[in-house]
């Protein structure tokens, strides 16, 4: 009887090992997923078996129970997180688990690009469809000041330009919130360790000098000279003569060619008629315009004109200067418009 009793318990545990070993087998095998993926999404407030039972439908899990036992026993039944998830070939049912719990959801881009205006921002966010548009216009005027700035913030040029990454239903405010926090910290950092004796008296001011910068240079090497430029007409008390000024005054109303009659607009932003900075940034500025402004190049030039190349010709007197507009830009058709 001893022995009889003794074999049964053992088979009962070579059954239990048995058992186990298949089930484990069985929740470590690949998954039934094709080889595009599979994209789920899984609701607030799903439990376990919801999902194995959403993933059975899809012909992806064949045992769902097994699967949801599994999550309950692990103790995680309860921690899977909502979101979108793409499953790939090769995803096992514990790796499925893991993944859901760690709430590795699918993550979308938006590229914010330097020299983008504020308008343009928006119409990027807007046509994105994974995101929740949840701005109007109206909201325009007072978003600094929801994303944590001061009041009465105009938004054009605080945005970080680099690429975001976002899950699907992610809302327009919280991706400019991280593209916000990350323009301030770097604006910040970049102050403190600014060059000395600028004619610039706050962080913002550099801001809007950086983003006439960004617009003006067509190649990096010349962030530092334009800069250097500008900082010694503000030095001077010269008027910047900055045409991408002219043009965000102009606004859609511009035809690809300043005229005349646009050099004299009136517009706070037209610096052929203002002295000192605009009122705001006109776009985006890239890091390294940024930081070309607070270290600019040490340079005496006061001009300087288009080649024709993406490159320019700097001067430091107005009749060098001029003698560079008849080189490079009098073509017999359209005198140029001197910096």
Not at 235 to 249: E, H, N
Request: no cysteine.
């Amino acid at each position: 009887m001893r022995r009889l009793l003794g074999l049964l318990a053992l088979f009962a545990v070579l059954a239990v090992v048995l058992v186990g070993v298949g089930v484990w087998r069985t929740l470590d095998a690949p998954l039934d997923i094709p080889a595009g993926g599979v994209l789920i999404t899984v609701p607030s407030g799903a439990a376990a078996g919801d999902v194995a039972l959403q993933l059975q439908r899809e012909n992806v899990l064949q045992h769902p129970r097994l699967w949801t036992l599994y999550a309950r026993l692990d103790g995680r039944a309860g921690q899977i997180k909502q979101g979108e998830y793409r499953l790939n070939p090769g995803l096992t049912s514990l790796g499925l688990l893991d993944l859901l719990v760690a709430g590795k959801t699918v993550q979308y881009p938006l590229t914010l690009i330097d020299g983008w205006t504020f308008r343009q921002i928006m119409q990027a966010l807007n046509k994105d469809p994974h995101i929740d548009h949840t701005l109007k216009p109206t909201d325009y005027a007072d978003l600094i000041h929801r994303l944590g700035g001061p009041k009465n913030m105009s938004p054009e040029g605080w945005f970080y330009p680099n690429t975001y990454f976002f899950p699907d239903g992610a809302t327009d405010v919280s991706i400019l919130r991280r593209a916000y926090d990350a323009m301030r910290k770097y604006l910040d950092a970049q102050w403190a360790q600014r060059a000395s004796n600028l004619p610039l008296k706050t962080p913002y001011q550099a801001l809007i000098l950086a983003s006439i910068v960004e617009k003006e240079t067509g190649s990096a090497s010349e962030r530092p000279l334009i800069a250097g430029v500008f900082i010694n007409r503000l030095r001077k008390g010269m008027r910047l003569q900055s045409d991408p000024t002219v043009i965000y005054a102009v606004g859609r109303a511009y035809k690809g060619r300043i005229t005349y009659r646009d050099l004299r607009n009136g517009s706070p932003y037209n610096t052929y008629v203002h002295h000192g900075l605009p009122p705001t940034p006109i776009a985006i500025p890239s890091p390294a315009a940024i930081h070309a402004v607070l270290h600019p190049a040490h340079t005496k030039y006061l001009y300087f004109v288009a080649m024709g190349n993406g490159m320019h010709a700097f001067s430091r007197t107005y009749a060098e200067q001029e003698r560079a507009v008849i080189k490079y830009q009098l073509d017999g058709k359209t005198p140029a418009r001197e910096k």
